[in-house]
């Protein structure tokens, strides 16, 4: 059990506060695994940049934060870069390619998981085995990867020609802010649970959450799958006091509109012509399944007795089973007339889309 950070005349140890760190970060895996990378923030993706020197080549390693670890039940060390770094690259291979890997590391002679030999940040790269399709080398236990250099037969420096520079650091951010990733398969890496969002860096950085399984959904607008039908009113005719009559054909949406297990809502709006004498009134409401919500009341308070009500709401469904919707007159006393004038709109979208 660790012991928690400021209590008083209490001495914590280094594997405790690295534990008690470890609770302000995402979530990788286990409730202790803390996510290890880079945090996230506006120069995520250009940490490792080339240089221009030539004889020896390099690169550029610029500011930011980091965070690594030895393993789950060992807490997370957590640095800062505060300037920048150069760091040599081997020369080129006499043919095929190399992928050399670019990494931080804090070293802790005191570990009791891979001591090292000394304590201290460390900025370093492993240089890769070059091959007609070259493979990343490991990096050190305790390391995080900032970026890969690939690097062709014949380069000469790390901005020309033979040289590819890819930040391809896992990123990592305060637990409970969305989880930014590379692709959908790093996204897909984790293990989710109610709540997990994350941003799609691959997709425009799209914001995404799990919803189920392998399921997943998106908040951004330009991806919701809208589902939509539009219907004119049908009924007509005299309706009698505390009488209600459906203003159109009641509308059946099918299973699962935005995919099996997916939650959805359904908004509702509608609008109907009716006449109304003086003194009298009436209500318009919308009916999903067993909940029903008022779009409109209104009474005549004047000479006219033409009125149209109208409005709309929105029905959240827990589950992504079939609805029925039905819109409603309902004459509150006394009779009044429908003029067979109005409509019924009905849009579908995931439950969570904003």
């Given amino acids: 059990m660790a012991d928690a950070l400021g209590t008083a005349g209490l001495v914590v140890s280094a594997v405790d506060h690295r534990l008690d760190q470890a609770a302000l970060l995402a979530v990788q895996g286990s409730a202790l695994a803390a996510r290890t990378g880079v945090m996230w923030g506006p120069d995520s993706n250009s940490i490792v940049t080339g240089t221009s ?20 039940g060992d807490g997370v060390y957590m640095g800062t870069k505060e300037t920048s770094t150069t760091l040599n690259i081997a020369a080129a291979p006499g043919s095929n390619s190399r992928i050399d890997v670019v990494y931080s590391k804090q070293n802790d002679a005191g570990s009791s998981i891979s001591p090292d030999g000394s304590t201290g940040e460390v900025y370093a790269v492993v240089t890769g085995t070059a091959a007609a399709v070259p493979a990343k080398p490991a990096i050190p236990v305790g390391a995080t990867e900032i970026g890969t250099v690939t690097v062709a037969a014949g380069a000469t420096n790390t901005l020309g020609a033979g040289v590819t520079i890819a930040n391809t650091g896992q990123l990592t951010v305060a637990r409970g802010a969305p989880i930014p990733v590379r692709t959908q398969g790093a996204r897909d890496a984790l293990t989710p649970y109610t709540g997990l969002h994350v941003i799609r ?59 099996a297990g997916v939650p959805y809502r359904i908004r509702v709006n509608a609008s109907y012509q009716c006449q109304i004498p003086s003194g009298l009134g009436a209500v318009l409401t919308a009916t999903v399944g067993s909940t029903t919500y008022e779009l409109d009341r209104q009474t005549n308070g004047g000479s006219s007795n033409t009125m149209t009500l ?45």
């Fill in 201 to 259: 860096l691959d997709n425009g950085g799209k914001l995404e959450y799990w919803v189920s399984g392998t399921t997943w959904a998106s908040y951004d607008k330009t991806q919701i799958p809208v589902r939509g039908r539009r219907v004119a009113a049908t009924a007509g005719g005299t309706l009698a006091g505390g009488a209600s009559v459906n203003i159109a054909a009641a509308q059946t949406l099918p299973a699962a509109p935005h995919g």
């Fill in 53 to 72: 020197a030539t004889g020896t080549m390099t690169v550029n390693v610029g500011q930011h934060h980091w965070v690594t670890s030895r393993a789950a």
């Fill in 310 to 354: 109208g409005g709309e709401d929105v029905f959240y469904i827990s589950t992504d089973t079939a609805q029925t919707v039905t819109v409603s007159l309902t004459a509150l006393a006394g009779q009044i007339t429908g003029n067979t004038v109005g409509k019924v709109e009905i849009e579908t979208a995931p439950n969570s889309a904003l």
